[in-house]
């Protein structure tokens, strides 16, 4: 943006000092430039057109929440945006979702559809209104309009019934449709879940304001800034015990922490204000498949999900899932970016330069890409897991359009080592110098650009799965980052994977083979006298015997084990579920001890463990407590091989550090023993995040 000022000098300096202090609230400022020269002797205020021309540096803000002012007066008889459900100005409304093209104008975006009434443009025109130049700017004249298919009747009073009825409500909302549910109502969750084919996975929920919120869980202060942002997004809460505001168990069974979001969008606040409980608000797709963003996909694809649809006539351009973040160690750290967030650039620090446009395909779950020029780093929204034809055509759709966005050909594609990750197979097509990433080097590089550091770095990269130079799946990852390459300096002990990545789901499987590692058939037959498998389970002989089953090094299978070895879980309906489940039995309990372990670089063997755990579980010792000494041995380990290798700086990444609880265990023993360390907070510390590093590494 180029701002032409005059008159004296000392005004013209305190207009610069008042431009970062005094900026609006959703307003960022990357670099301000000034130079002084002769007057021209202009007078009034005037905005010039946009220019299009060449690579667009300008940024693309993400979509912002419904601002309060707009909020009062969407709620205000006297206004004459009293209950319009496109209410917005200058501050919020949504940005990238509706966005064409740059420069952003509302020629360039879905509002072009929508001419301004004579009252609008007149705001549209003023310098001193709160919607000058506002591109989002509407009223009930100009339009866009709400309504409910195959009904007759005010959308909102109609889906506030349906609600209460116990129905499921499909809403056309900023960025895709949502699948709305009374959650208070057990028909209505298991409904929903019944739809979606989610039979456990956790529903985020939406209420009306901070004290609502703070009736369902705990909201600190960081917590509260989060859910009353700009951005908006679901926060990851700790339960509180005891609440009076009825949540059905089906909404996050087995976990103490419940994502909480606010209404983001003047629908949402009408809606809310009209229910007075919370609502389950989940994204509008059947499982494993993009959002939906217009009427015809979401009839054909949730036509039987959801019993009422509320729709409306603004275009989508792009989906855009809500983004969940936590709190970890103080501070935000965002786990699912999307809207709010994207595609708010990550700048690269001052030692890191981008010489050509680089494209990173990112991986292969929770999949999101990244474009590297003019020296940041622009990483897209959420795409999600590539396991359905739908999401692998939104992947190519969401690769094409972040380079014409943004009017940039790449000139090198980065992706994962992984030769059958579709993201990868899509690289190798696009005909483009291509560089092969090591999936956990990614991971860590990530990280240190999340924080700005530079190598070298001891990166601990704990995740699920993630091929390995070797050809081994990783997962337990200790790595040197030197600037140039990364060296593997420790990793856990291998173990088996029975079934291969199927044993992603049936940590009982991972149980079996951690058993043998540490015990042999002892071990096993430990398990089956404890009733972890059935007896004579096939997957049990075949750890003894078969020898081509692949290895891994991975934390993520590890968790799975120590959740099926102490009976919390011997098969997860989600990715994740058996370590979140075991983290939430730990919350609450205090404990430093550890169990054993020992270091014979550079494998950091957990067997002493198992076999005391073991020991615990015979002894009928509680599982929460287990659970604790678990995480903490972890920590432990952790803080050894930072030890042995010596290098001061280390960072945290890989999906194993969603995990609050090992994170901050981690953080704390690493501290006390003087290292600095650093976490994930902008970036996601999951496959989210893994684009970034591709990028990294390629530059």
Request: aromatic letters at 6%; glycine letters at 10%; one cysteine or more.
């Amino acid at each position: 943006m180029f701002i032409e000022a005059e008159g004296p000098e000392e005004v013209l300096q305190d207009f610069l000092v008042r431009l970062r202090e005094e900026r609006p609230g959703p307003a960022w400022i990357r670099a301000l430039e000034a130079e002084f020269g002769e007057p021209r002797g202009c007078h009034g205020f005037e905005v010039r057109g946009s220019e299009a021309d060449g690579v667009r540096t300008a940024w693309v803000m993400p979509d912002l929440a419904t601002c309060p002012q707009c909020v009062r007066e969407l709620f205000d008889p006297g206004n004459r945006r009293f209950r319009h459900p496109f209410i917005s100005c200058a501050q919020c409304g949504p940005r990238f979702s509706m966005v064409e093209g740059l420069p952003y104008d509302r020629s360039r975006t879905s509002m072009r559809g929508f001419p301004m009434c004579l009252e609008c443009a007149r705001e549209y025109e003023d310098p001193a209104d709160r919607r000058f130049h506002a591109q989002t700017i509407a009223c009930l004249v100009c339009g866009p309009r709400l309504r409910v298919l195959e009904a007759t009747g005010e959308p909102i009073a109609l889906a506030a019934e349906a609600l209460r009825s116990g129905l499921v409500v499909a809403l056309k909302g900023i960025g895709g449709f949502q699948l709305l549910a009374a959650a208070h109502l057990d028909r209505a969750v298991n409904r929903l879940r019944l739809a979606k084919q989610r039979v456990e996975k956790p529903f985020a929920l939406m209420v009306p304001d901070l004290a609502a919120a703070a009736q369902l869980g705990d909201v600190g202060r960081v917590e509260a800034e989060l859910l009353g942002s700009s951005a908006a997004p679901i926060v990851l809460l700790r339960a509180r015990a005891g609440s009076e505001v009825r949540i059905a168990p089906g909404v996050a069974p087995g976990l103490s922490r419940i994502g909480v979001m606010l209404p983001y969008s003047p629908v949402h606040h009408l809606l809310l204000a009209d229910l007075g409980f919370p609502i389950v608000a989940t994204s509008g797709n059947r499982s494993e498949e993009p959002i939906c963003i217009s009427e015809e996909e979401a009839l054909e694809r949730l036509g039987n999900l959801a019993d009422l649809f509320v729709v409306n006539d603004r275009p989508i351009v792009r989906p855009l899932d809500d983004s969940v973040v936590q709190v970890v160690g103080g501070r935000e750290q965002v786990l699912r970016r999307g809207r709010g967030y994207a595609p708010l650039p990550i700048e690269l620090a001052g030692s890191v330069s981008v010489r050509v446009p680089v494209l990173a395909v990112g991986g292969h779950l929770k999949n999101s890409v990244a474009l590297a020029f003019a020296g940041n780093i622009h990483l897209s929204g959420y795409v999600g897991d590539l396991v359905t034809p739908e999401a692998g055509a939104l992947f190519r759709k969401t690769l094409g359009d972040l380079a014409d966005l943004y009017g940039v050909v790449p000139e090198r594609i980065a992706c994962d080592l992984h030769p059958d990750y579709h993201s990868t197979l899509v690289a190798e097509g696009l005909e483009r110098p291509l560089v092969r990433v090591p999936h956990h080097r990614a991971h860590v590089l990530a990280c240190m650009a999340d924080r700005g550091w530079s190598a070298p770095v001891l990166g601990v990269a704990w995740d699920g799965t993630g091929l390995g130079e070797d050809g081994v799946i990783w997962g337990g990852e200790f790595l040197l980052e030197e600037g140039v390459e990364a060296r593997r300096v420790a990793h856990l002990h291998p173990f088996r994977l029975p079934g291969g990545e199927a044993a992603i789901l049936h940590p009982s499987r991972s149980a079996m083979s951690v058993l043998f590692e540490a015990m042999g058939r002892q071990g096993l037959e430990w398990g089956e006298r404890r009733g972890l498998w059935m007896a004579g389970d096939p997957w049990a002989r075949v750890v003894e015997t078969a020898d081509f089953w692949p290895w891994t090094t991975s934390a993520g299978r590890l968790f799975d084990a120590v959740a099926a070895l102490i009976g919390l879980r011997s098969r997860s309906s989600y990715e994740g579920q058996a370590a979140m489940e075991l983290e939430s039995l730990a919350l609450g309990v205090n404990m430093d001890e550890i169990y054993t372990f020992s270091f014979d670089p550079p494998v950091m063997d957990w067997r002493p463990m198992i076999r005391e755990m073991v020991g615990e579980v015979s002894d009928g010792v509680e599982a929460g407590l287990i659970s604790v000494r678990f995480h903490n041995t972890l920590a432990g380990m952790i803080r050894d091989v930072a030890e042995f290798v010596g290098c001061p700086s280390v960072v945290l990444t890989g999906g194993c550090f969603q995990n609050r609880l090992l994170t901050e265990s981690s953080v704390e023993q690493l501290t006390t023993a003087g290292f600095r360390t650093a976490w994930h907070q902008r970036i996601p510390p999951n496959d989210g995040g893994l684009a970034v590093g591709q990028i990294l590494a390629a530059l």
